[in-house]
T-cell receptor, first 109, second 115 residues
Framework: GQNIDQPTEMTATEGAIVQINCTYQ??????LFWYQQHAGEAPTFLSY??LDGLEEKGRFSSFLSRSKGYSYLLLKELQMKDSASYLC??????????WGAGTKLIIKP | IAGITQAPTSQILAAGRRMTLRCTQD?????MYWYRQDLGLGLRLIHY???????GKGEVPDGYSVSRANTDDFPLTLASAVPSQTSVYFC??????????????FGPGTRLTVL
């Protein structure tokens, strides 16, 4: 079956760095997406990886290892506004997104 | 309008009633999607449409139907609502479904409670 695993909840301190891991198993692979979702709001796109390696975009970076079925989202210089759920989604061979349940990130002052 | 709009924002519905959730996008995207989001579960695809005039079933299509008469609108209908359909429903769109780099953009969601 197809499956995405990510931690349910993480806590970090304002100004620090946090890494949110995601492992995936899909039938075929057409890329890995990360979305941010604030409570009561819609998911918004953060990053896309299809090749191995690190993609950096400001304070956020995303890493992919296709051989290991593994990705992480790295958030630097954490701000209170980064408190949100982070959704990992892998695109299978039919171009369907398989979503993880999300990681709720709590930022403490 | 900018992006995707959904209506209503929230609704309480009696079991057995018929309900249509509306979704409109103004980005001229070809592909549109309906998801439901339940606590502790990932987003689950209900139905999708690659382009106007075509629709397809997602992971959890039972009890739901969709139509795509034009590019902009993609309504989701619950023919006879049941309590297990209580959820938050998100509509999304993307330029093309069959392209790996394609990003999906989400509407604000409809919170539906079936009693």
């Amino acid at each position: 079956g197809q499956n995405i695993d990510q931690p349910t909840e993480m806590t970090a301190t304002e100004g620090a760095i946090v890494q949110i891991n995601c492992t995936y198993q899909t039938s075929g692979f057409n890329g890995l997406f990360w979305y941010q979702q604030h409570a009561g709001e819609a998911p918004t796109f953060l990053s896309y990886n299809v090749l191995d390696g690190l993609e950096e975009k400001g304070r956020f970076s995303s890493f992919l290892s296709r051989s290991k079925g593994y990705s992480y989202l790295l958030l630097k210089e954490l701000q209170m506004k980064d408190s949100a759920s982070y959704l990992c989604a892998a695109m299978d061979s039919n171009y369907q997104l398989i979503w993880g349940a999300g990681t709720k990130l709590i930022i403490k002052p | 309008i900018a992006g995707i709009t959904q209506a209503p924002t929230s609704q309480i519905l009696a079991a057995g009633r018929r309900m249509t959730l509306r979704c409109t996008q103004d980005m001229r995207h070809n592909a549109m999607y309906w998801y439901r989001q339940d606590l502790g579960l990932g987003l689950r695809l209900i139905h999708y449409s690659n382009t106007a005039g075509t629709t397809g079933k997602g992971e959890v299509p039972d009890g739901y139907s969709v139509s795509r008469a034009n590019t902009d609108d993609f309504p989701l209908t619950l023919a006879s609502a049941v309590p297990s359909q209580t959820s938050v429903y998100f509509c999304a769109s993307s330029d093309s479904r069959e392209k790996g780099t394609d990003t999906q953009y989400f509407g604000p969601g409809t919170r539906l409670t079936v009693l």
